[in-house]
């Protein structure tokens, strides 16, 4: 090769004390100027450094591959590694974006910092989490922890209202666990729930506080007590529960009971009230007892007829039966049973608001 020199041993350049040293490759501004490695006799450099001046780059190269290329066009340094690069120390990157072009990133660590260096007391820009790609014809979404509101929620790109989107899923959820003191699940916003729908012949096996919608009785079933049952919201039916109970007042709320047409009980409710109607059943041989109740010491018990219909018994009536000397007040219709009111012998009588008069006679009941 022309212009060459072969040197037997190593080549040492001392320069000056206290004086700048180096060593020049000066070639014309679209040409490049190289160290060039090799072996004696080899049809090819083993390595080179070089330095293109009309694109320039400086170029390490190793083998005829360019391992290192330092790009300083367009007023922006880009190195390229062709090869694997192992940085035993630690990286610090500097700039404003980062990116890595891989298949399969692998992190050692258990934990990514993300908003490294937050000055302010929260998340100065609201939000911190991850991005997902869509692809161009959709938008992208994240994983974001809100600041604002303090939780976790997925959302798109564009969606910075701060509010939690409808359409997100989660799938696969096993459990949200609740269980520490003081803590709940919250369900925020103006939208609905959808609890899992299938059919009768899907439903799982029973876990008490499950819940979900049959598709073939189209009904919301729930397990209680460790039994699947339905769970009616109009409650048309409640002899489906063969043991119903109250935990407290039925509120008729203006509303009687029958079959959904024909009225069969209905109930009148006085604001003011403090007495009412007490039914009592009875063991074998007593009959069962509707009695008048309350907070007055003395309460009277009404039955009153519609128009001029009457109150009519279909059977025999037990009147009390009472001496003279115990006689209740007289009042104007009563009508009782005194055992001695007939000069000591019994006598049906009846009140007109001042005495008690024999139904025989119409005279004042007298015990003789």
Avoid at 118 to 129: I, K, N, S
Avoid at 289 to 296: C, L
């Amino acid at each position: 090769m022309a212009n060459e020199f072969t040197i037997a041993g190593d080549l040492e350049i001392t320069v000056a004390a206290a004086t700048d040293g180096s060593i020049g490759i000066f070639t014309d501004a679209t040409k490049v100027g190289a160290y060039r490695f090799g072996v004696i006799g080899g049809a090819f450099d083993s390595a080179s450094i070089s330095y293109n001046h009309n694109t320039t780059q400086m170029i390490f190269d190793i083998g005829g591959t360019d391992e290192i290329i330092i790009d300083a066009s367009g007023g922006t340094t880009v190195t390229t590694i062709a090869a694997d690069l192992v940085i035993t120390g630690d990286l610090t990157v500097s700039g404003t974006t980062t990116t890595v072009n891989s298949t399969n990133l692998e992190i050692t660590d258990n934990k990514i910092l993300l908003n490294d260096g937050e000055a302010g007391a929260g998340v100065t820009l609201g939000t911190a989490g991850l991005e997902i790609d869509r692809g161009p014809a959709t938008e992208n979404s994240c994983w974001v922890y809100n600041d604002t509101d303090d939780w976790w929620e997925p959302r798109d790109v564009s969606d910075t209202s701060g509010s939690l989107p409808a359409f997100k899923t989660i799938g696969n959820l096993e459990a949200i666990d609740t269980t520490n003191a003081g803590d709940s699940l919250t369900i925020t916003g103006t939208g609905t729930i959808k609890i899992p729908v299938g059919t009768t012949g899907q439903e799982p096996g029973a876990s008490n506080g499950m819940l979900r919608y049959d598709s073939d009785t189209d009904k919301f079933r729930a397990v209680i007590n460790g039994s699947w049952v339905d769970v009616d919201g109009a409650l048309n039916n409640i002899i489906e529960d063969t043991t119903p109970q109250l935990g407290g007042q039925l509120d008729i709320n203006t509303f009687g009971l029958g079959d959904g047409t024909n009225l069969l009980l209905d109930f009148v409710e006085d604001a003011s009230s403090v007495n009412h109607i007490e039914i009592e059943n009875e063991a074998t041989g007593g009959g069962p007892i509707i009695r008048a109740v309350g907070s007055d010491t003395n309460v009277d018990l009404h039955l009153a007829s519609k128009g001029t219909g009457e109150i009519i018994l279909d059977d025999v009536a037990v009147l009390p039966i009472f001496t003279v000397a115990g006689a209740p007040t007289a009042t104007a219709g009563a009508v009782a049973y005194f055992s001695n009111g007939a000069a000591g012998s019994p006598v049906l009588a009846f009140g007109n608001g001042t005495n008690w008069l024999r139904c025989d006679t119409l005279a004042t009941i007298s015990a003789s």
